[in-house]
């Protein structure tokens, strides 16, 4: 048998989150924007440290959340609660919750929640991105308030001295 050389890439080098437990890994996007990743069970046993985590966001003024569920084995019902929960209060910042890789079931029934109180959904981060940069112009989060128009005159020109 010749010597073989194992590829590895990023996806096969995270750990295997063990049946019935949770990892959260979070990155701050910049000031206002925040990204968790899920991955495992949650249900009632872990739910308490996304909502810990969503929370301590939403402390730190993060008014844009994304949250990745695609590697999720299990989301149940009282997690989608506390995410429509947490999309309320950012949507009260003038933010949002974004729900990127939700799976057929799962999608299913975050849509059935009614459409004013209901994370948006997007196929993935990178979509969820897209969405973020689209909506966030909307926050009010602009430049310097225009300055009024004035006329220019010889009195309205700083006064220029020759050097001595």
């Known amino acids: 048998m010749r010597g073989r050389v194992a590829m590895f890439t ?29 991955r495992g069970t949650l249900d009632g046993s872990t739910l308490g440290e996304l909502a810990r985590r969503v929370d301590a966001a939403l402390a730190g003024g993060v008014r844009w959340l994304i949250v990745d569920i695609a590697d999720t084995v299990t989301v149940a019902d009282e997690a989608l609660d506390a995410l429509v929960k947490a999309a309320r209060e950012l949507r009260s910042r003038k933010g ?19 459409v004013a109180h209901r994370p948006a959904q997007a196929a993935n981060v990178d979509q969820a991105i897209m969405i973020l940069k689209m909506l ?8 310097p308030a225009p300055r009024a128009k004035q006329k220019i005159t010889s009195l309205t020109l700083p006064r220029i001295e020759p050097s001595a």
């Not at 437990?21 to 990155?27: G, I, K, N, T």
């Not at 919750?97 to 929640?113: E, H």
């Open 136 to 143: 966030r112009p909307k926050t009010g989060m602009s430049g």
């Open 96 to 114: 949002e919750l974004i729900v990127a890789g939700a799976a057929g079931d799962t999608a299913k029934r975050l849509a059935a929640y009614e």
């Open 10 to 38: 990023s996806q096969s080098l995270r750990a295997v989150v063990k049946p019935g437990a949770l990892v959260v890994r979070e990155q701050r996007l910049d000031d206002v924007v925040h990204q968790l990743d899920v």
